[in-house]
Structures are given as structure tokens and as C-alpha cells.
């Protein structure tokens, strides 16, 4: 059984309440798509507000919540997959190098899909930040596409990023879910 002492706090609040809004915000604009255009718009206001504080967290946050904790080059990546599959791969304390790659992709396409759905926006609503520069029927179909290809790409993300978490869990006997909510993982 653990004591209190075999616990070391990895995830900050901010960087918790972050990922968990990041979700909420996802899935309700994906969610609800166009059927509630104003719930679609503020939930991908809050999704671009959110990654745009992670972007700045990722610089000046707490250890663990920095880029140069958990982001590594490509070899180090595929290494630490290959290890993975085999089961060999080591347990970090904050994210592994797969799971880096994992953030920067979601936070790239993350905000690939709020900036093109706000140039939508702006488009076909002549509303948000864009109105003034986008007028109606410029490169609405672009967008469009872009918007939906970024929102499919990002939910593919998605759900890796959870079969990651879950094999992950299994692999290295922790509850990574557990950790996100808490803030703490096994100090070993």
C-alpha cells in the first residue's frame, strides 16, 4: 500500500485545470457543430484562449509543465515508442518523449482549428475578431475544409493521446487518469 510519501506532485493546477477545460471545450464545440453556432463560437473561444495560455505555460510554467521538460527530438520519439511496444520503454515522472510529441501535435492542431474557424466565422457570419479583415465568400470553402480537417485531425489526436494514456497505465501499473485529476504519480 502507498503512504503519502510514496507520492510526489508532477501536474500543477494550472497545468490540471487546463487539460480538463482543453476537453470540455473540444468536445462541446465538436459536439455541437453548427446546430448551436453561439455554444460552437464560445467553446472555441475558450479553446483558443486555453491553448494560448498552455503555449505560454509551456514556457514559464512549473518544471514538469515547461517544453524543455518533456519535449524531445524525433529519434528520442521513435526510440521511446519502439522501447514501448516492446515494453521496455522507462517510466517518466512527467511526460514521456511519445507523449511530448503527443502535446505539441495537439496544441498545433488545436490551434489550427480555432484560427481557421474564426476566419469562418468571420466569413460566413461577418462576426468575431476577423470580421473586418475576412469578407463573405472569401475562401469560405478553404476554411471550411481546413476548419473540419483540423477538427477530424484533432479528435484522431484525441483518441490516440487516450489509447497512449491507457497503455501507458497498464504498462508502467499507474493510474495516469488518476494523475491528471490529482496531481500526483508514484515517486519512484
Known amino acids: 500500500m502507498n503512504t503519502k510519501d510514496d507520492w510526489v506532485r508532477v501536474w500543477d493546477p494550472l497545468v490540471r485545470i ?4 482543453l476537453v470540455a471545450a473540444f468536445f462541446t464545440a465538436y459536439l455541437v457543430e453548427d446546430d448551436f453556432l453561439s455554444v460552437h463560437v464560445w467553446a472555441g473561444y475558450v479553446l483558443g484562449g486555453v491553448v494560448t495560455f498552455r503555449l505560454l505555460w509551456g514556457l514559464i510554467g512549473t518544471r514538469h509543465a515547461r517544453f524543455t521538460d518533456f519535449v524531445r527530438g524525433p529519434r528520442a520519439v521513435l526510440d521511446y515508442f519502439t522501447d514501448a511496444l516492446r515494453h521496455r520503454g522507462p517510466r517518466y515522472l512527467g511526460h514521456n518523449p511519445a507523449g511530448g510529441a503527443m502535446v505539441i501535435a495537439l496544441l498545433a492542431c488545436l490551434t489550427a482549428t480555432v484560427v481557421s474557424g474564426i476566419g469562418l466565422y468571420a466569413v460566413e457570419e461577418g462576426a468575431g475578431p476577423l470580421a473586418g479583415w475576412l469578407t463573405a465568400g472569401q475562401y469560405e470553402d ?39 485529476i490529482t496531481g500526483r504519480k508514484r515517486a519512484e
Open 18 to 21: 487546463c487539460h480538463w477545460t
Open 142 to 180: 478553404a476554411l471550411e475544409e481546413v476548419h473540419e480537417v483540423f477538427a477530424n485531425l484533432s479528435l484522431l489526436l484525441v483518441i490516440l493521446h487516450v489509447a497512449g494514456v491507457g497503455f501507458s497505465s497498464l504498462m508502467h501499473r499507474e493510474n495516469l487518469v488518476r494523475s491528471m
